[in-house]
T-cell receptor, first 113, second 116 residues
C-alpha cells in the first residue's frame, strides 16, 4: 500500500523553465511533508518542507504547494538549472520530528540545456 | 556540517554469510539513527530506528534476529545482515538526527548489498 505516490518516474524540463514535481498521499494522518533531492552515489538531502497548517512554503527557487483537501503537494523549481538534475523524493510524516518518514518512489528530473 | 558516512559502499557476499554495514555521523552526535532499505524502483522503506544505548525499534515485517542493529555510540550505528539470502540484496541507507535538536534526518550515501 503506497501511502505516498509519485506517479511520474521521470520528467524532462528545459533549462530556465519551471519544473513541477507532483506527489499524492493517502494517509490523512500525515501533517508534515518533505522533499529530498538525491544525486547518484549520495544520500538524499533535505530540500524543503511544509506543515499542513500552510498551503505554500518558499525557499529561493523552490516552492512547495500543499492542497490538503486533495491530498496533493507539488514542488516548483524556478528557474530550473542543470544542477537540479537529480532524483526528487516526496516524503510525509505525522508531525515534525516524528521518526517515521514515508517516502515516495521518486521522480528523476532531467534539466535539458 | 552534518555529514553521514556508510561503509562499505558496496558489498558482495555469499548466501548464508553475514555482513556488517557501518553508519557514522562524522561531524555531529546523533542520538537517533535510522536504517532504510530500497529495492529497485521502490521507495525507501524504514526498517528500524536505533537510539544510542538502547535496543532498536523495528518496523512491522522486519526480522530483528536477521537484521541486527547496534548503536553503541553517538556517532556509530551498525546493521548486520545475518545468514544473508539473495532476497536480501538491496540498497541499505542510514540516516541520523542531531543530538542537539532539529528534526532533520541526514542521510548516508547508502550501501549496495548483493548476495550471491
Amino acid at each position: 500500500d503506497q501511502q505516498v505516490k509519485q506517479n511520474s518516474p521521470s520528467l524532462s524540463v528545459q533549462e530556465g523553465r519551471i519544473s513541477i514535481l507532483n506527489c499524492d498521499y493517502t494517509n490523512s494522518m500525515f501533517d508534515y511533508f518533505l522533499w529530498y533531492k538525491k544525486y547518484p552515489a549520495e544520500g538524499p538531502t533535505f530540500l524543503i518542507s511544509i506543515s499542513s497548517i500552510k498551503d505554500k512554503n518558499e525557499d529561493g527557487r523552490f516552492t512547495v504547494f500543499l492542497n490538503k483537501s486533495a491530498k496533493h503537494l507539488s514542488l516548483h523549481i524556478v528557474p530550473s538549472q542543470p544542477g537540479d538534475s537529480a532524483v526528487y523524493f516526496c516524503a510525509a510524516s505525522r508531525y515534525i520530528g516524528y521518526d517515521k518518514i514515508i517516502f515516495g518512489k521518486g521522480t528523476r528530473l532531467h534539466i535539458l540545456p | 556540517g552534518a555529514v553521514v558516512s556508510q561503509h562499505p559502499s558496496r558489498v558482495i557476499c555469499k548466501s548464508g554469510t553475514s555482513v556488517k554495514i557501518e553508519c557514522r555521523s562524522l561531524d555531529f552526535q546523533a542520538t537517533t539513527m535510522f536504517w532504510y532499505r530500497q529495492f529497485p524502483k521502490q521507495s525507501l522503506m524504514l526498517m528500524a530506528t536505533s537510539n544510542e544505548g538502547s535496543k532498536a525499534t523495528y518496523e512491522q515485517g522486519v526480522e530483528k534476529d536477521k537484521f541486527l542493529i547496534n548503536h553503541a555510540s553517538l556517532t556509530l550505528s551498525t546493521l548486520t545482515v545475518t545468514s544473508a539470502h539473495p532476497e536480501d540484496s538491496s540498497f541499505y541507507i542510514c540516516s541520523a538526527r542531531r543530538q542537539t535538536g532539529g528534526d532533520e534526518q541526514y542521510f548516508g550515501p547508502g550501501t549496495r548489498l548483493t548476495v550471491t
